[in-house]
């Protein structure tokens, strides 16, 4: 797990203002800036994606590759399994990434959207 990279990603999300466009129901703004997790992690190492050729699934690969965890906590923390993704703030966001760093597991329990 790449602790200090997670740690400075929690850090950026909870810094953006409302015009950085933060959302987890985008990978990338039209745009093209970066909106979720995986995206601004991407965005934060550098690797700028190509929206009209992006694969989501390969893009999400390299957004886990960077942060260095597992399949199943990628897809827990890019997909915010049982919350209603839309509505996840950025605090909620930067204290999932906080939480995997402190546990080792993804983890949205403490999101107020967890529950439909």
Request: glycine share 4%.
């Amino acid at each position: 797990m790449n602790k200090e990279f997670i740690l400075e990603l929690a850090d950026k999300i909870e810094s953006l203002k409302p015009k950085d466009g933060f959302s987890m129901e985008d990978f990338y703004h039209d745009c093209g800036t970066p909106s979720c997790i995986a995206g601004w992690a991407l965005h934060m190492a550098g690797k700028e994606v190509d929206l009209s050729s992006c694969d989501f699934n390969k893009c999400q690969d390299n957004a886990r590759d960077l942060l260095d965890i597992s399949e199943s906590d990628a897809t827990i923390l890019f997909y915010a399994e049982n919350a209603q993704i839309r509505r996840i703030t950025q605090k909620e966001a930067a204290t999932a990434l906080r939480k995997l760093v402190e546990t080792g597991k993804a983890d949205w329990t403490h999101a107020e959207s967890y529950f439909y």
